[in-house]
Nanobody, 122 residues
Framework: QVQLVESGGGLVQAGGSLRLSCVAS????????MGWYRQAPGKERELVAA???????NYADSVKGRFTISRDNAKNTVYLQMNSLKPEDTAVYYC????????????????WGKGTLVTVSS
């Protein structure tokens, strides 16, 4: 099992910055990809950014050049640095961790944090 705890959400004006953090605990050795998803009112949950264990990253087109995802494997923590925030970025941001499948302890599950609200005012 993996537990995820997010922090760093809040209220910020357009053009400002926030840094989200997500700390994973439990069977962290099983984690392959970690990432951030967001869900705005009336919209589907969408991928914001993801990062593999090796450091490869993937971003939604809407946040490229503004957001940066990083991870500290030693601390089992993933970060999302959000710059030049827009009102359209307002959403609940969820930390996500995907685990591999192996014959020992990894069950190939998808884990989610509780979410943290980011509100960007215009």
């Amino acid at each position: 099992q993996v537990q995820l705890v997010e922090s760093g959400g809040g209220l910020v004006q357009a053009g400002g910055s926030l840094r989200l953090s997500c700390v994973a605990s439990g069977d962290t050795i099983c984690i392959s990809t970690m990432g951030w998803y967001r869900q705005a009112p009336g919209k589907e949950r969408e991928l914001v950014a993801a990062i593999t264990s090796g450091g490869s990253t993937n971003y939604a087109d809407s946040v490229k050049g503004r957001f940066t995802i990083s991870r500290d494997n030693a601390k089992n923590t993933v970060y999302l640095q959000m710059n030049s925030l827009k009102p359209e970025d307002t959403a609940v941001y969820y930390c996500n961790a995907r685990t591999v499948v192996d014959s020992y302890r990894c069950r190939g599950q998808n884990y989610w944090g509780k979410g943290t609200l980011v509100t960007v005012s215009s």
